[in-house]
């Protein structure tokens, strides 16, 4: 099985006035792995304010530890649908920056509902993942990635 090679994982959601942040959080949630303890995951709210002053927070995840951040990859595989990786690897291209961090966006409301769907859309969580590969470059990473949603 192949297996993503990943120095951290970098998640981030907003959280707009309307929404309930323990919602929010249940839905962040749903991407992590069962096992895995809130000690090993740094969490930061920011609180800011949106275009008309309305207030914001903005929630991060980092996951740094190796044996964490190994687990949260295997976790997000298993939890990603045949459709979804498929989409992903006919994507690669362009979720994959010239510094060797894929980009994924998820759907919040089905992450609320336990649900992982990957989406374009608006409303989601991002999911950063600074891959390890050899030699650091785009289509190193980008062939990682491939090889790892493909088994």
Do not use: C
Not at 45 to 72: C, H, Q, W
Not at 92 to 104: N, P
Not at 130 to 147: I, Q
Request: negative net charge; without cysteine; charged residues 35%.
């Amino acid at each position: 099985m192949a297996k993503l090679q990943a120095h951290s994982v970098k998640i981030r959601t907003f959280i707009h006035a309307t929404e309930d942040p323990e919602k929010v959080l249940e839905a962040l949630e749903t991407l992590f792995p069962e096992d895995l303890s809130p000690q090993d995951v740094d969490f930061e709210i920011i609180e800011t304010e949106g275009y008309f002053g309305n207030p914001i927070l903005v929630m991060d995840a980092e996951i740094r530890k190796s044996k964490n951040v190994r687990r949260f990859l295997e976790n997000l595989k298993a939890l990603l649908s045949e459709e979804d990786k498929a989409y992903l690897m006919e994507h690669a291209e362009e979720k994959v920056d010239e510094t060797g961090t894929l980009y994924i966006r998820f759907d919040k409301q089905r992450a609320y509902l336990g649900e992982v769907k990957v989406t374009e859309g608006e409303d989601v969580i991002h999911v950063r993942i600074k891959v390890k590969a050899f030699p650091m470059k785009k289509e190193s990473v980008v062939k990682s990635v491939k090889e790892w949603l493909s088994e």
